[in-house]
């Protein structure tokens, strides 16, 4: 187990800058993700902690000390890749015990560590089977089992279980955050899909074109995004946005919409959007009580527990996420209100967050 660290670390290829001077810390024994679109730098930043690319600028450090000049074998960190690179040829325990046969780990132990992690990972019955014969979850936890046996300094994973249908990539999410905690290593996660990350993470890394937009927990990302950027890349359905000016004071009023709410923001008026999330849009057939707007269903995705309701508000197109399923009429007149206390101003060439909490 050890603290990982990049320190002011910078990566290009060409004039294609992959990592963009960032500072970056996975503590000891964190269950760490990184989490951004494809091509943001995010295998990058796997692959300069392995040694497998060097910084043009920075320190690579693992358990406080600076591992630049060290070759990969050195590092002692565990990789798993997005393709899993098992070999074909031999059984799901030659697989499992290949990386202690290269370390020359004597027989019994390399036995005793290969069933130790085999019951970890419930793959004991498998041990005699080859990757033809198993199935892609089965060869996913046999990929996990083959880094976890080394007992590195380390455990880096590249999109691990991309490749897995809905259902056993829930099952591993669970799984990994179960093993994670049980063995006390330290993890980290790099992925592009937002349910994932926000599922397994103690912390949570937004990655932006090389940068790094926010650090946080994943419940301080959901509820106090940093920007715009990472509000919007952060849940399902993503945050509606109301775009309009803000005036002094940090009075906001939307464009086209009777909605004026006020912020407690500093900074010079101008254009700025309102977020909301969309399970903090209330829908009322009858207007009740202030600061609702006039809207009109357009369209109505019932999900079993919840339903997303897509409303018309003037020229633009909001969603609420209503628990339940209730019963719309597509070009029904309703109104909806907003949760002034989560709503989010937004402004800025970065979209940076002003103020969270409204009043009418």
């Not at 880096?156 to 669970?174: F, N, Q, T, W």
């Not at 000016?245 to 086209?256: L, M």
Request: glycine share 10%; with cysteine; charged share 25%.
């Amino acid at each position: 187990m050890a603290k990982l660290e990049l320190r002011g670390v910078s990566k290009s290829y060409g004039k294609t800058v992959a990592v963009a001077n960032i500072d970056l810390t996975v503590e000891d024994n964190e269950f760490f993700c990184i989490f951004g679109p494809p091509s943001t730098g995010k295998s990058t930043i796997l692959r300069l902690f392995l040694g497998l690319e060097t910084p043009d600028s920075g320190d690579v450090c693992i358990g406080g000390e600076v591992v630049n000049g060290r070759l990969p074998a050195e590092r002692d960190l565990a990789m798993v890749f997005q393709n899993l690179a098992l070999f074909p040829h031999m059984t799901a325990g030659e697989n499992l015990a290949f990386p202690l046969v290269e370390r020359k780990t004597p027989k019994a132990e390399r036995e005793r560590r290969v069933n130790e992690v085999a019951d970890k990972l419930h793959i004991g019955p498998l041990l005699n089977k080859i990757p033809a014969h198993l199935s892609g979850g089965e060869r996913q936890r046999v990929a996990i089992g083959r880094a976890l046996v080394r007992d590195s300094n380390a455990l880096l994973m590249d999109e691990p279980i991309s490749a897995l249908d809905a259902r056993l990539r829930e099952e591993m999410r669970v799984e990994l955050k179960r093993l994670q905690r049980e063995m006390h290593r330290t993890l980290v996660y790099v992925t592009h899909d937002q349910e994932e990350a926000m599922s397994v993470a103690d912390r949570l890394c937004i990655i932006r074109d090389g940068g790094i937009a926010q650090i946080g927990t994943p419940q301080e990302i959901y509820n106090t995004p940093n920007s715009r950027y990472v509000a919007e890349v952060i849940g399902a359905p993503p945050m509606n946005f109301i775009s309009g000016a803000i005036g002094e004071g940090g009075a906001f009023s939307a464009d086209g919409l009777d909605l004026a709410l006020t912020f407690k923001a500093n900074g010079a008026p101008g254009p700025g959007e309102v977020g909301v999330r969309p399970e903090d849009i209330a829908i009322e057939r009858e207007a009740t009580g202030d600061h609702v707007v006039a809207a009109t269903i357009y369209e109505v995705e019932p999900l079993g527990g919840f339903t997303v309701v897509a409303l018309s508000v003037g020229d633009s197109v909001l969603r609420a996420q209503i628990t339940g399923q209730p019963q719309y009429t597509l070009g029904e007149p309703v109104h909806l209100s907003l949760a002034l206390d989560k709503c989010h101003l937004f402004a800025g060439a970065d979209g940076a967050r002003l103020a969270t909490g409204a009043t009418g």
